[in-house]
């Protein structure tokens, strides 16, 4: 069973789409005891850091999401601003503090004309080609989409997984132990995005 | 490097596909909605939009039962617009597996819903269209309501007030170009593009490839296309080869993967 | 207009694309073909596919056919080197030349096989050949489709989960490249069969002309139901090496069958798109909108096997391509448009940079069959009502 994290915020709907796409069982919740229950959680988010904190915060979903992340160590994934919500703090209309699971900042995308923010569409991974999750990914073919204007500063240089270009390297995955993460739309990504799912999906710690 | 990006346009009257020129001429059926965006997936586009012609002059919002029923198997990038004025209806079409809205009349008439919408759900979601005409002596005037209302603003003024109200990307479509499959208005993306910090995605007069290379070399970071591809023997997949064998930075394609 | 500095493949095609040597995709697909696939291994993949159905129902597979060189060399292959029972799915597409079904009789007496052939309503097939060639510039939606979504009805009706379809498209385009291994499915089907309209789209454009029903075999079956029976459709050519001219030898020699001359192509090349009496029409459509025609598209594959010199086959492609075929007067009277509305209907159809000069077209030497070719006149209205001038409606 794999969960999918409702807090209010993320194209739930097309997660869920996916994962069922491949005969997998999904719940969207914020119920604590399905999240204990579930073998995977996914932690998705569109919109603003500090709202996202403030409405997980609302629903008591952080202590029970940062038991499941570094008690029990379920495999989590994080995408888009779900990704972000694992950093420390951002500084997104704001100062915001995140869930802090992994040592890193989220600061906005530095780029200059005609480079434009958000960073949105297409843009191609680098990444390692023997690593278990970009299995069936070939490099030159590993487009995967975008859309954000903040983007994750890992302070562990073994955090970081993946990066894109954009006006320079920007973190594209990171991995943590069982903590993984995505700044791209992998539901949004067609079969690149649903390869690396189905990837992590299959992953046994 | 990201890549420009290339968008069919459906727009969607009484739950079909329908096509026009320039908004009010000559309306022809363009097909199903859900099993062409189906198709489109299949050709591995970048990302689909799809815009309610009577949601605004019907007063009602868009539905977003085009995108639920296609969401199920579809998997890239949807935009959906038409008729959105309140915040709970960005809600329902983002919940219906949107990823951005488009705001187009709400914004000339109340355009705090821009700044509102930006903060509630993240400027990322919010796509502003404007709809503008070309005057004989030259000027050109956004236009509200299907481009039946014009307003006071120069396409140019208003861009910049929605970049300052959080748009995250312009939709910049010339009525007098719309169908016509006679190219893009060049000047005008060229002119909006370089001052614009955030993207420009260009709308109207695709009839050739030259045209799609054209516009995205003036500056536009992504191109819809709508006439071209309902009328004519042209597809996403050659439009991509195309730009891609002329030096435009697309997805490239090698087989079916991209 | 680019060409590939390999073989002749301009960039009007639709998939192109060309390396840094200005080598097309194809070209390189090819290469690949020859130089890194392993057969042996592919083979052994096949061998397994085939226990896996053998014996298994009324059928072991199903074989789509039309009875030109590549169908009937499949057939042969899977009757004679699988040693598996087939059944044979036909669509008629009304435009089958009289030496088919002599060649047809040959094969099926001598390779013993049951055929099902199925026949759409030939006032439907006339509405969508106009339709399509209004919308896309090519009247063959309904073959493409007729064939690749109504045999998988077949075999659905059948209860026959593999079919077997003939070379990878990889062999001329690049939709998809050998390594996929493409499956012949529906999303096969969107990318490159329907020209982006289902039948859904086409009842819509019909307005009313033609009922829903009488569509059905146009319609991509549902994908529970392929699902359900565990649907295996797959290209025989991503399994052995397809070699046409090799093939097209054994099927002369094993089971006699014929070619015989093709509009718009050099003599040589009388084992192609023999079946068709629309043909010569379908290539100058894309001559007409994209600059090739079949003679192109035949040497270039010819220069690809080292079979011929880039020289040679640029004279025989200046010699060749490109006529104006001498059937087209018998075409233009099925659809009911004269030969200016045509060229009208094709014009936003070209793909740039290719722009048609009517100026410069000669016309092309009359098949030794065409008497042959069915007249029968239609007395009922085609299409939607022409104005009062009497010209057909135009989309754009």
């Given at each position: 069973m794999i969960a999918i994290v409702d807090y209010g915020m993320g194209n739930v709907r097309s997660l869920k789409n996916a994962f069922e796409y491949f005969g997998h069982d999904v719940v969207i919740t914020a119920d604590p005891e399905k999240l204990n229950t579930a073998d995977r959680i996914v932690l998705p988010g569109v919109g603003a850091f500090g709202d996202a904190m403030a409405s997980i915060r609302q629903r008591r979903l952080d202590a029970v999401l940062t038991h499941q992340a570094l008690v029990i160590k379920k495999p989590m994934l994080g995408i888009c601003l779900g990704m972000q919500l694992f950093a420390k703090r951002s500084i997104e209309h704001g100062d915001h503090v995140g869930l802090?699971?992994?040592?890193?900042?989220?600061?906005?995308l530095q780029v200059s004309q005609p480079l434009k923010i958000p960073h949105v569409g297409w843009n191609e991974l680098h990444f390692p080609d023997s690593d278990w999750l970009f299995q069936g990914i070939r490099s030159g073919e590993a487009n995967f989409y975008f859309v954000h204007s903040f983007h994750m500063v890992c302070h562990n240089a073994s955090d970081l997984l993946a990066t894109t270009d954009y006006g320079g390297p920007v973190t594209a995955?990171?991995?943590?132990?069982?903590?993984?993460?995505?700044?791209?739309?992998?539901?949004?990504?067609?079969?690149?995005?649903?390869?690396?799912?189905?990837?992590?999906?299959?992953?046994k710690p | 490097m990201l890549k420009k990006r290339i968008i069919p346009k459906f727009l969607v009257r009484g739950g079909r596909l329908v096509k026009g020129v320039r908004f009010h001429e000559n309306f022809r059926e363009a097909g199903n909605p859900v099993s062409t965006a189906k198709v489109y997936d299949a050709y591995g586009v970048d990302e689909l939009l799809f815009v309610d012609i009577d949601a605004t002059p019907?007063?009602?919002?868009?539905?977003?039962?085009?995108?639920?029923?296609?969401?199920?198997?579809?998997?890239?990038?949807?935009?959906?617009?038409?008729?959105?004025?309140?915040?709970?209806?960005?809600?329902?079409?983002?919940?219906?597996?949107?990823?951005?809205?488009?705001i187009n009349t709400a914004a000339i008439e109340n355009p705090a819903f821009v700044r509102d919408a930006a903060s509630r759900y993240g400027n990322q979601c919010i796509v502003v269209g404007i709809d503008y005409k070309v005057f004989a002596d030259g000027s050109a005037r956004v236009f509200s309501r299907c481009g039946s209302k014009e307003s006071t603003y120069?396409?140019?003024?208003?861009?910049?007030?929605?970049?300052?109200?959080?748009?995250?990307?312009?939709?910049?479509?010339s009525i007098d170009r719309d169908g016509t499959m006679g190219g893009y208005d060049l000047d005008m993306i060229a002119q909006v593009s370089d001052q614009l910090e955030i993207p420009l995605i260009a709308s109207s007069g695709a009839g050739t490839l030259q045209h799609c290379h054209d516009a995205l070399s003036a500056g536009a970071s992504a191109i819809t296309i709508s006439s071209m591809f309902l009328f004519s023997d042209h597809s996403p997949i050659k439009v991509r080869s195309y730009l891609a064998t002329n030096g435009v930075n697309v997805r490239a394609q090698k087989g079916s993967h991209s | 207009m680019k060409r590939c500095t390999k073989c002749l493949t301009k960039e009007t095609v639709d998939t192109i694309t060309y390396d840094e040597f200005g080598v097309c995709s194809v070209c390189r697909q090819v290469e690949f073909k020859k130089e890194k696939i392993d057969w042996e291994g592919r083979k052994l993949q096949l061998q397994s596919i085939v226990a896996e159905h053998q014996g298994r129902g009324l059928?072991?597979?199903?074989?789509?056919?039309?009875?030109?060189?590549?169908?009937?060399?499949?057939l042969w292959y899977i009757v004679k080197e699988l040693k598996l029972k087939p059944l044979v799915v036909r669509y008629?597409?009304?435009?089958?030349?009289?030496?088919?079904?002599?060649?047809?009789?040959?094969?099926?007496?001598?390779?013993?096989?049951?055929?099902?052939?199925?026949?759409p309503n030939f006032h439907v097939v006339r509405e969508l050949m106009l339709e399509s060639l209004k919308r896309r510039g090519d009247f063959c939606w309904h073959c493409h489709t007729g064939i690749y979504a109504g045999v998988m009805h077949m075999a659905l009706r059948f209860d026959t989960p593999l079919i077997f379809w003939g070379e990878s498209t990889a062999e001329y385009h690049s939709w998809y490249t050998f390594e996929e291994m493409e499956e012949v499915d529906e999303k096969r089907f969107n990318r490159l069969m329907n020209q982006g309209m289902t039948a859904d789209d086409m009842y819509e454009f019909l307005n009313g002309r033609v009922e829903r029903r009488d569509l059905w075999m146009f319609d991509y079956p549902k994908r529970k139901d392929l699902i359900r029976l565990k649907v295996q459709s797959i290209c025989l050519g991503n399994y052995i090496e397809w070699d046409t001219k090799r093939q097209v030898d054994i099927i002369k020699r094993e089971l006699d069958w014929k070619g015989q001359a093709v509009e718009g192509v050099p003599p040589q090349y009388d084992y192609e798109k023999i079946e068709c009496t629309f043909q010569g029409?379908?290539?100058?459509?894309?001559?007409?909108?994209?600059?090739?025609?079949?003679?192109?598209?035949?040497?270039?594959?010819d220069i690809r096997n080292h079979e011929m010199g880039r020289e040679e086959a640029l004279a025989l492609e200046q010699k060749y391509d490109g006529k104006r075929p001498a059937s087209i007067d018998w075409f233009l009277s099925i659809l009911q448009i004269t030969e200016s509305e045509f060229y009208e209907l094709?014009?936003?159809?070209?793909?740039?940079?290719?722009?048609?000069?009517?100026?410069?077209i000669e016309t092309g030497e009359v098949m030794p069959d065409m008497a042959q070719w069915d007249n029968t006149k239609v007395d009922k209205p085609l299409g939607s009502p022409k104005d009062e001038e009497g010209r057909t409606e135009k989309y754009v």
């Amino acid at each position: 069973m794999i969960a999918i994290v409702d807090y209010g915020m993320g194209n739930v709907r097309s997660l869920k789409n996916a994962f069922e796409y491949f005969g997998h069982d999904v719940v969207i919740t914020a119920d604590p005891e399905k999240l204990n229950t579930a073998d995977r959680i996914v932690l998705p988010g569109v919109g603003a850091f500090g709202d996202a904190m403030a409405s997980i915060r609302q629903r008591r979903l952080d202590a029970v999401l940062t038991h499941q992340a570094l008690v029990i160590k379920k495999p989590m994934l994080g995408i888009c601003l779900g990704m972000q919500l694992f950093a420390k703090r951002s500084i997104e209309h704001g100062d915001h503090v995140g869930l802090g699971w992994i040592d890193a900042d989220i600061q906005r995308l530095q780029v200059s004309q005609p480079l434009k923010i958000p960073h949105v569409g297409w843009n191609e991974l680098h990444f390692p080609d023997s690593d278990w999750l970009f299995q069936g990914i070939r490099s030159g073919e590993a487009n995967f989409y975008f859309v954000h204007s903040f983007h994750m500063v890992c302070h562990n240089a073994s955090d970081l997984l993946a990066t894109t270009d954009y006006g320079g390297p920007v973190t594209a995955v990171i991995r943590a132990g069982n903590l993984l993460a995505m700044q791209f739309h992998p539901e949004k990504s067609q079969d690149n995005g649903l390869k690396l799912l189905e990837n992590w999906v299959n992953w046994k710690p | 490097m990201l890549k420009k990006r290339i968008i069919p346009k459906f727009l969607v009257r009484g739950g079909r596909l329908v096509k026009g020129v320039r908004f009010h001429e000559n309306f022809r059926e363009a097909g199903n909605p859900v099993s062409t965006a189906k198709v489109y997936d299949a050709y591995g586009v970048d990302e689909l939009l799809f815009v309610d012609i009577d949601a605004t002059p019907q007063d009602r919002p868009a539905t977003g039962s085009i995108i639920e029923r296609v969401s199920e198997e579809v998997f890239m990038p949807f935009t959906v617009g038409g008729g959105v004025r309140h915040l709970d209806e960005i809600a329902v079409l983002l919940r219906s597996g949107a990823d951005k809205v488009c705001i187009n009349t709400a914004a000339i008439e109340n355009p705090a819903f821009v700044r509102d919408a930006a903060s509630r759900y993240g400027n990322q979601c919010i796509v502003v269209g404007i709809d503008y005409k070309v005057f004989a002596d030259g000027s050109a005037r956004v236009f509200s309501r299907c481009g039946s209302k014009e307003s006071t603003y120069g396409p140019l003024e208003w861009a910049l007030r929605m970049q300052d109200a959080h748009a995250g990307e312009i939709m910049l479509c010339s009525i007098d170009r719309d169908g016509t499959m006679g190219g893009y208005d060049l000047d005008m993306i060229a002119q909006v593009s370089d001052q614009l910090e955030i993207p420009l995605i260009a709308s109207s007069g695709a009839g050739t490839l030259q045209h799609c290379h054209d516009a995205l070399s003036a500056g536009a970071s992504a191109i819809t296309i709508s006439s071209m591809f309902l009328f004519s023997d042209h597809s996403p997949i050659k439009v991509r080869s195309y730009l891609a064998t002329n030096g435009v930075n697309v997805r490239a394609q090698k087989g079916s993967h991209s | 207009m680019k060409r590939c500095t390999k073989c002749l493949t301009k960039e009007t095609v639709d998939t192109i694309t060309y390396d840094e040597f200005g080598v097309c995709s194809v070209c390189r697909q090819v290469e690949f073909k020859k130089e890194k696939i392993d057969w042996e291994g592919r083979k052994l993949q096949l061998q397994s596919i085939v226990a896996e159905h053998q014996g298994r129902g009324l059928y072991d597979c199903v074989v789509p056919y039309s009875g030109g060189k590549d169908s009937v060399f499949q057939l042969w292959y899977i009757v004679k080197e699988l040693k598996l029972k087939p059944l044979v799915v036909r669509y008629n597409h009304w435009g089958y030349r009289p030496l088919v079904a002599e060649n047809n009789t040959k094969v099926f007496k001598q390779l013993g096989v049951d055929v099902v052939e199925f026949t759409p309503n030939f006032h439907v097939v006339r509405e969508l050949m106009l339709e399509s060639l209004k919308r896309r510039g090519d009247f063959c939606w309904h073959c493409h489709t007729g064939i690749y979504a109504g045999v998988m009805h077949m075999a659905l009706r059948f209860d026959t989960p593999l079919i077997f379809w003939g070379e990878s498209t990889a062999e001329y385009h690049s939709w998809y490249t050998f390594e996929e291994m493409e499956e012949v499915d529906e999303k096969r089907f969107n990318r490159l069969m329907n020209q982006g309209m289902t039948a859904d789209d086409m009842y819509e454009f019909l307005n009313g002309r033609v009922e829903r029903r009488d569509l059905w075999m146009f319609d991509y079956p549902k994908r529970k139901d392929l699902i359900r029976l565990k649907v295996q459709s797959i290209c025989l050519g991503n399994y052995i090496e397809w070699d046409t001219k090799r093939q097209v030898d054994i099927i002369k020699r094993e089971l006699d069958w014929k070619g015989q001359a093709v509009e718009g192509v050099p003599p040589q090349y009388d084992y192609e798109k023999i079946e068709c009496t629309f043909q010569g029409m379908r290539d100058y459509a894309k001559f007409v909108k994209r600059g090739y025609g079949r003679a192109n598209h035949l040497l270039s594959i010819d220069i690809r096997n080292h079979e011929m010199g880039r020289e040679e086959a640029l004279a025989l492609e200046q010699k060749y391509d490109g006529k104006r075929p001498a059937s087209i007067d018998w075409f233009l009277s099925i659809l009911q448009i004269t030969e200016s509305e045509f060229y009208e209907l094709l014009e936003k159809h070209q793909v740039f940079p290719w722009e048609f000069d009517a100026s410069k077209i000669e016309t092309g030497e009359v098949m030794p069959d065409m008497a042959q070719w069915d007249n029968t006149k239609v007395d009922k209205p085609l299409g939607s009502p022409k104005d009062e001038e009497g010209r057909t409606e135009k989309y754009v």
